[in-house]
């Protein structure tokens, strides 16, 4: 075997000789392997989130005071920053036992050889040890063994070539290449390249992806690819795209300091059972889906739980934030409709079996934040133990079932998309999605039995989860062709005729000392040799340069803008500047570095390339077409005309939402409810008002159902709080985690008044209440293109009441900001959502219903009613009676609904399509209720236009609606 090595060469590729043969090139790490391999010294890898867990509970047991403070804020971190230090001196020859030399002054070498006194170093399997041993002490373990075994022993190295100059190398590389010459194995030097390319160009775009582009039309037209290696200097994604628009091979080079897609998995399912139990992520676990290929579909989804499971959990979340065992809950009613379907087939029975699990954890988790026992279902070996219930830390004997259950979960989905190549399966054999997710779950599992700790804190365990987190891939995968592919200039092979340099910028990763000078001199009184991080970037600079030096044509890209930053290029091509000036100094008027990479010669203008026609870089050329471009303009109106019969549109029932949005904009009701066009992502846990909102609704509906509210009584304090705290968990379990409990107590407080205020006005008003959360059916006819039509008026009201004398009352209860849009609605005349409900109840006395809103966080009603809400002041009372503009008692606003209904409708039927204010947006139109022309005179904005044929138009903001994309108002006219 012969074999290359240099400081900087782990991942290079291997050589093929002229004469025939392999030459190995490899670095520290790979030639180490090689070792191993030959004296049988070749032992399990161990990840290093196993390795950091034996350390800490190596420091847990020295317990030394120079470290102790720090330990006890952030165990994990500081473990290991002390592993990396341990790892280092280790491998620099440092003998922690050697009781000859006193550390007196050096305490981080004091605490060092206190935890090493612990360590029982030995591989997986061996009972007596305590920590696995890293590539440090393989190192030396692969030193001892060459300097002790016989002379005869074969180490299958015939030639071995040093890329670095051997004196330059850290002292123990030194001495294992003198260990292995002794042997009898050949060691040269080889010659250091003073070839100088003939040709560097340097291409800067001003962003990725126009850099990209240019790199992907020289690759995709370059004369010879075999002759041709690419630096992929960062994330080939960008690239890749041009490269498949080009029909050309793409690279597949991921982000080095990324985290794989997979790693997304084990956090989201722990911060979701980890107690207190968080109902948005918990909506986010049942929400994660992931795309993978199986043998009968080419991207499948999956999701953590069976999607069946997931959809009818996440919607009872939706319906009810809260996860609680109420069996009137949403959560529960989801959980028995799951197990009533389980005896239709196996799939359903498996659907449960999931449903019952994840609940156990969660509910089990919420229980433990409610009552903190550590004995639950879950843990049941000793009922009795009591639970150490630090705050910020959880009971690992809770969590691991849990885990247990997700890798058999993730490893259950790797087999079925394990059978074929998947989008998560790369040429270089990278795993699927969830064999890494299951191999993440592994890792964090083999940490936590080394952490010797029965509770760890919260944030620890999700350090945990970051350390051992699979290795990353592209989005797209590399295919096989002719160049040759690499990530370091280091790795550029002997011999290349044309180096093509992806994104040639510094890298971020810099090293740097980690011991000062009198440490340094401490340890090296037990043998052992500091390398300064000085000497190690030289060896890296001096192979980079070498690498890139080595070919004829050098071409780089690289981003004038990356990621929000203006990368710097490479040292490698500050230093080849150097050269170029050194050796063709008449190239070149000034010899400063940045006066060569922008001389014309280097460095052209971006657009410089194209040539008439024609695209030319560096004996890479490609014809261009002139595309004509195109021009989006805004839209001249979104309403769309279409001659026919629409009355398959027509819907069978209508509900106050539909009609307010029929009397807002009749396009967008026919895209969401004649088409079915929603939202893509409208699985939302509720928050904010919405949930607040929810809440005091059913506080409300339960003192109603529960006879504390009915017959004009006004529930105690006591009782509307102990109602609301036996809901919070339900509707609002936000309001339960760490920081909320201000929150929870200002929206109690605010609800105990309000409520109290409510009760009490509808008391001295006589007002009985009859019914909460009623539900309503009633027919309504409507006149649509002249022909009667019956349709289905459905909802459900808040509040209903009556009067002694048998008048009804409707009230709507709305927790909100927006308390001067109400007073708006009612003083102008277009509270539509009254006056739909107040229709549907009828007039089965008299009088016309009394109809308000009640805003339950300001704590007052707004009606047309000067009983319920003295400050009204704007038109008609309570009575049957609306002026030219609609303003007055909601009830008499049903006329001009139902006309705009129908009007709405009718258009639909007959293929108009209007979107009035979008419409009123495009044209620039002044959208106020008045407004003056130059000479004065009064012109109708479309509010008045529409009051004036005696309809209705709801004016909401034009910006909440969901179809602003579609109706070109949002920028993008194409």
Known sequence: MRVDFGWSLDGAPWMSEPSGGTTVVTGPLGFLGILQTRLGATRPTVNVATRIAQYRALMATADHEWYRESFTVDPWNTAGNLLRLRDDAIEAGWRPGDESVSYENQPRLVALASIESHNRLGQRGDQRANFNPGPADDLREVLTLLRELPDAWPLGVSQLRLRDDRSHLPRVWQEVINAIEARGVSVTQAERSTRVPAALSVVRGPDEWSTAEAAARWLANCPDARKVCIIAGDATDVLDQQLVRRGAATLGVPRSSAMSPAGQVLPLFLSSIIPPVDVR???????????????????????????????????????????????????????????????????????????????????????????????????????????????????????????????????????????????????????????????????????????????????????????????????????????????????????????????????????????????????????????????????????ALDGVRSATTLICFCPENLRGDQPSLHPALMQLAEVLVESHPERFSDAGIDAVLDDSSVARPFASHRDGDTWQLRGASTALTEVEPEDFSPPASVTRTHPGDFSHLLPERLSYSQIELLLNDPFAWTLRHGLGLKRGFSAEVPTGNQMIGSLVHSVVEHLILDGAATDGSVPSDETISATFDRLVPRFAAELLLPGQQARLGMIKSISLSSLTALFSTLARREISITGAEVDFASSVTLSISSEPTTFTLVGTRDLDGSFADGRPAVIDLKWTNWHKGYRAKIDTGEAVQLSVYAHAVGTPSSSNPLTAYYLLKQGRFVSTDLGLDPDFSGGARDNNTVDSLGVGDPFGLWPRIQKSVEYALTSIVEGRFEAVIADDIIAETNRSEQRRSADGTEELGPKKSVAAEGRLLIDRPQEFSDYNLIYGLAGDYS
């Open 281 to 543: 992520r918990v909506g986010e676990l049942l929400n994660f889906r992931f795309q993978a290929a199986t043998e009968d579909e080419p991207a499948q989804p999956f999701s953590i739980l069976p999607r069946a499971v997931a959809k009818k959990l996440l919607d009872a979340l939706v319906e009810e934030p809260g996860i609680t065992d109420d069996p009137d809950s949403a959560w529960m009613t989801a959980l028995n409709t799951l197990h009533d379907e389980a005896a239709q087939s196996r799939a359903a029975e498996k659907n449960w079996e999931a449903a019952q699990t994840i609940d156990g954890f969660l509910r089990s988790s919420q229980s433990r934040a409610q009552t903190q026992p550590l004995a639950d279902s879950i843990n049941k070996e000793d009922p009795n133990a009591e639970a150490d219930n630090t705050p910020g830390t959880v009971a690992l004997a809770t969590i691991l079932p849990a885990l247990d259950w997700l890798a058999r979960r993730m490893q259950s989905i790797a087999r079925q998309t394990d059978t074929r190549t998947t989008a998560a399966t790369s040429a270089n054999g990278d795993s699927s999605f969830a064999s890494q997710a299951a191999t993440h779950i592994s890792a964090f599992r083999e940490s936590l039995e080394h952490l010797g700790e029965e509770r760890v804190r919260v944030r620890e365990l999700f350090d945990i989860v970051d350390t051992s987190a699979p290795a990353p891939f592209g989005t797209t995968q590399a295919t096989a062709a002719a160049w040759t592919v690499v990530t370091d200039p280091a790795h550029v092979p002997l011999g290349t005729e044309t180096i093509v340099w992806w994104s040639s910028h510094r890298s971020d990763f810099a090293v740097t000392d980690i011991w000062d000078h009198d440490e340094a001199v401490a340890m090296a009184e037990t043998g052992a040799t500091v390398t300064p991080a000085s000497l190690k970037e030289r060896l890296n600079q001096a192979a």
